[in-house]
Structure formats: C-alpha cells, structure tokens
C-alpha cells in the first residue's frame, strides 16, 4: 500500500496540536475566502495549492507572493493552473503570512535498517546543495538535540549577529523534542519541515509535508 500524503492544512493543525510554532495561515476554497483571509493576515502573503499528492510546487508555478489585494486574483489563477498541470485534483489554497529570515530544516523518516531518524540542517534549497544534515534515532533526549543543532552549518548561520541565538537555540531544541515525539504517535512514516524561519520574533515553521 502506497504512503499516504496528508493534506498540508491537516498536517499544519496537527503540528499545531503538539505545541509547534507555525506561520499564522489559513485554508480557503475559494477565491472570495481567499481574499477575505488574506486580510485578515495582512500583506504581504505567499498563497500555495494543497493536494494530497505530493508535487514541486515552486517549480509548478503553485507558490506565489502577493504584495498587495490588487494582485491576489491574478496569483491565485497561477497557482491553480500550475497545480492543475502536476495533480488532479487541489484541495485548496493556503494563504500565509509572507516571513523571512534564516531558514532551516527538520526532517524525520524510517530508515528501513535503522527505524524511525530524525534530521536537521539548513533550509531551503541548501538541503539539496549542501547534502550535510545531523541524525539521530528516535526518540531523542534534550542532549540529542543539543548537539544536533551544533554539528552543521546551521549552528554558524544561527550565532551570527544574532544577540538572542541562545533564546533560538533553546526554541529549536524544544521543537525538535517534539518533533521526535509527534513523528512517534502520530505514526507517521516521512516528515520534511522545510524552511522552518529563524526570526527576531522566534522560530515558525512555513512549510510542511507529511507521510502517513
């Protein structure tokens, strides 16, 4: 039987229900709820399509960044077409609160020697470029954590000019213990965060794609 791909609203509820920081954000169905949430967030926002297949949705043209209301229909038309070229069928559209800052990832999946890992390193398309993550099994402890966030690049990435990454290093350890224990009872089989944004405000998780 084949891995199931939650829908991304649902598996942002869920890391929601285990206590992780995530990117304020909303589901909509439409183009009207669309435009009334995205208000409610404020601009600027980055809208995406969510299908319970997993697709590339930057290179589909499925995420987009809306700077003002006068461009959200022309976007939210984008991403509906760009969806529609990769999967069948779109659940929605999600509608987030545009954050920047030092992005990360955290992964976990269940290696078929070893069990259920867990992942950390640098975010965005660095995870690709760079190949360099730390590992442990799960579950880990608050030491595990520790030193995983000290054996990449992202422990430079973290301390630089940043006068609270004492503060980030301790919400990241803290993220990851959950993490850890989420993957365990949720029973999930593949887990990819990625970014989850360092800011000056705390750590938010953007992004989501889990296996069931």
């Not at 791909?5 to 304020?24: S, T, Y």
């Not at 809208?47 to 987009?64: E, L, P, T, Y």
């Not at 992942?119 to 995870?127: A, I, N």
Request: with cysteine; proline share 5%.
């Amino acid at each position: 039987m084949p891995d199931e791909k939650i829908l991304d609203r649902v598996a942002f509820q869920m890391l929601e229900k285990h206590g992780l920081p995530v990117v304020r954000g909303s589901s909509c169905k439409s183009l009207h709820e669309l435009e009334q949430k995205a208000l409610e967030i404020g601009y600027p926002v980055v809208i995406k399509a969510d299908a319970n297949q997993a697709f590339h949705k930057s290179d589909a043209g499925a995420v987009q960044f809306v700077f003002s209301p006068s461009e959200l229909a022309e976007k939210y038309k984008l991403v509906i077409t760009g969806a529609e070229k990769r999967v069948p069928n779109i659940d929605s559209v999600i509608v987030q609160r545009l954050v920047s800052g030092k992005e990360l990832f955290i992964g976990a999946q269940r290696d078929p020697d070893f069990g259920p890992v867990i992942m950390f390193g640098l975010g965005g398309r660095m995870v690709e470029a760079l190949d360099e993550v730390a590992t442990r099994l799960i579950p880990i402890t608050e030491r595990d954590a520790g030193e995983m966030l000290r054996e990449t690049r992202a422990w430079a990435l973290l301390n630089s000019r940043d006068p609270d990454a004492d503060k980030r290093a301790e919400q990241l350890t803290g993220i990851l213990l959950k993490i850890s224990a989420m993957f365990e009872s949720e029973g999930l089989k593949e887990l990819d965060i990625n970014p989850i944004f360092v800011t000056k405000n705390g750590c938010f998780i953007a992004d989501v794609r889990a296996l069931k």
